[in-house]
């Protein structure tokens, strides 16, 4: 009886909903952190290069000891893909948004973009479209390659969809895909976060070539 | 008189067709080597990347010593220049040739971004989009932008005589320059060399999403 009262107060100090709370509370600040170091990180590595910023400079930049920033990743390269890996979350966010809406398919691809303008407009940019240029191990080239295979798959399947349902004329999905996401990753090269037009406002330039085209109807 | 016949046999020697032959010969000779070395190094920096390689591995490719290589450019950053030049001009001379076109400016935009399309699946599309990620100096960083800049306002100007003559819907030119020099750029990161579609198919079915659109007509 004493045992079963002792098991009892055990399972509800690892349950109880005060723990819990506390619980959550340091995982959302351990988040919260990593969430910090990593945005360090995504901007040292686009103002400096990947190869001229070390973890000592991104310590520096966040006021932290570097055993600091290993407390959250385990080397330089990690950290790199993480930055990588950020930024495509935004569009995988974006595709995954989709997935309940009953719009077609144009408009779904067209709400995409939207979100990939974003992405690629945001402090990850950077490190979205130069992740892969970096030396990086096979096992870590592997994963980024899986990673952007899983966006252009996300495309490719609305484009198809919208084909289907007659909102897009039948095309080269393949070819359609990478002209949309060429063009739409080049903006990390161009973008200026003073230029003069926002991610919304060029998105929306990009779907009137994209859905209208040159030629005028 | 003895001297006015020297003289008159020595111009005959500098200007003569056969030493002009002769100068032409070793001229043609020249640009033919340099055009080798720089074939050589753009395979070497596509295949290793522009930090991995030397000067005398690219020597070592050719054949030849480090000297001979050096007797064509001055250094490794030129090099890597002189590739991402070649690759340029292949779009400068489809824009050239257009200039004397009397064919709409969206028939001469579609006959471009074919040959724009030929530069990036060439052996120098590489070193086209990743020559200004290679920590230039300021001063070959400047001439990169410079060129880059011409095929820019080379678009635009073809945009903009689409638009005049009706042949190009009215549109933000600017972006739909950046948004379909982007989705070309990005050629040179996904093509290889047995691809299923050449630099002809794959511009065809990029100019009919440019031209046509995803909308059905």
């Excluded at 096979?138 to 996300?154: C, F, H």
């Excluded at 003073?194 to 030629?215: P, S, Y």
Aim: with cysteine.
């Amino acid at each position: 009886m004493a045992d079963r009262q002792a098991r009892k107060n055990v399972s509800q100090r690892a349950s109880g909903p005060a723990l819990w709370a506390s619980v959550g509370a340091r995982v959302r600040d351990r988040e919260r952190k990593r969430d910090a170091v990593i945005l360090t990180a995504a901007r040292a590595f686009r103002e400096r290069g990947y190869h001229n910023t070390s973890l000592d400079d991104i310590a520096s930049d966040l006021k932290v000891t570097k055993p600091t920033v290993y407390h959250y990743v385990e080397n330089k390269e990690q950290l790199l893909f993480e930055c990588f890996r950020a930024g495509l979350k935004l569009i995988m966010d974006g595709i995954d948004e989709q997935k309940e809406s009953s719009a077609t398919g144009r408009d779904r691809l067209a709400a995409v973009v939207t979100r990939y303008a974003e992405a690629l407009t945001s402090e990850f940019g950077w490190c979205m479209v130069q992740a892969e240029n970096q030396d990086l191990s096979p096992a870590m080239s592997r994963k980024v390659k899986s990673l952007k295979s899983e966006i252009d798959q996300g495309l490719r399947s609305l484009i198809r969809a919208g084909v289907t349902d007659g909102s897009i004329r039948p095309c080269d999905e393949k070819m359609t895909a990478f002209a949309i996401a060429g063009g739409l990753n080049w903006i990390a090269h161009w973008y200026r976060a003073d230029d003069k037009l926002d991610a919304a406002q060029i998105a929306q330039r990009f779907i009137e070539l994209f859905e209208l085209g040159l030629r005028p109807r």
